[in-house]
């Protein structure tokens, strides 16, 4: 069982004074989710699911991110691709530049081309990859530092080929338990940029899973953020990492009882939102989120 770090004194803030950052997202609405094939542990054809209670509960997770004043972008869903509801995957975005997709299984590989067309008819500056490249699954913004994952669908290619495209540093991170093949299940941005809270620094912090990294990578994360969060296998198996946080609120699975309570201690305002159907397919509330950082229409 993974320890659960507290914060030090010095570094508890209530929730008043995290700051929060206004954010704008692409989502797909699930009107085609379901389970027909196997690319994770988590999918399971043998497993009914209702698309209905999926598009319901991904309705309540728009509707959060307008009611916290966020905006938000629409995709549309294209017939026989089941996962497209999960964005995150469709694409890295850094000040209006696009890196696009370039899917490991072929189940999803007809997703790259409606993404890719999507960022250019939004404006974006488009890089079609040539490396296997998940989006923002494997690629999390920290400040002004890449965290790219590797071991099960981002290949470490493509971890050389962000780097180039945006020209910032690049951490590459192993993952090691195949319950969490994208970074982005475990592992979560808490203050995604650098800002100022009553008049004192706002620390970009993170909160992960150590036991879902190899050695090297536990290493390397608990060099450059020893204020993160620990988080422990009981609410990392509900996808309780699979969060998005705008600097105060933090979106997490109502399951990730441990999680919530950390959160709370350290300030953040977690908010409680169920995407079980979707979780069938391997996608919680970051999968169907991907940010549109610095959108230029």
């Not at 309705?59 to 004043?69: F, H, K, N, S, V």
């Not at 940029?193 to 008049?199: I, K, L, N, S």
Request: glycine residues 10%; contains cysteine.
């Amino acid at each position: 069982m993974s320890t659960q770090n507290t914060a030090p004194a010095a570094h508890a803030l209530s929730a008043s004074t995290r700051m929060q950052h206004h954010r704008r997202y692409l989502m797909c609405r699930p009107e085609h989710f379901t389970v027909s094939y196997t690319i994770n542990p988590w999918m399971v054809p043998a497993n009914p699911t209702d698309t209905a209670v999926a598009v319901r509960q991904w309705q309540t997770l728009y509707d959060t991110y307008l009611a916290l004043g966020h905006e938000v972008e629409l995709i549309d869903p294209v017939e026989g691709l089941p996962d497209m509801v999960y964005t995150a995957n469709g694409g890295f975005v850094i000040d209006g530049v696009a890196y696009g997709p370039k899917f490991r299984f072929q189940e999803r590989a007809g997703e790259a081309g409606p993404f890719i067309d999507w960022f250019r008819a939004y404006g974006f500056d488009t890089r079609v990859p040539v490396e296997v490249n998940e989006g923002e699954g494997d690629f999390l913004l920290v400040g002004d530092t890449i965290l790219a994952g590797t071991g099960f669908r981002s290949t470490g290619d493509s971890h050389r080929e962000v780097g180039e495209v945006f020209g910032r540093e690049v951490i590459s991170l192993s993952l090691t338990d195949p319950r969490f093949y994208h970074l982005d299940t475990a592992l979560t941005v808490l203050d995604p940029v650098e800002g100022v809270a009553d008049g004192g620094p706002e620390r970009a912090n993170i909160a992960y899973l150590p036991a879902a990294f190899d050695a090297r990578s536990q290493a390397i994360l608990a060099e450059r953020y020893p204020d993160a969060i620990h988080v422990s296998d009981e609410d990392g198996a509900v996808f309780g990492l699979n969060s998005a946080s705008d600097g105060r609120n933090v979106l997490i699975s109502p399951r990730a009882k441990g999680f919530e309570r950390q959160l709370r201690d350290r300030g953040y305002n977690p908010v409680l939102i169920d995407l079980s159907e979707l979780l069938l397919g391997g996608g919680g509330i970051k999968c169907c989120t991907l940010e549109l950082r610095g959108a230029t229409s």
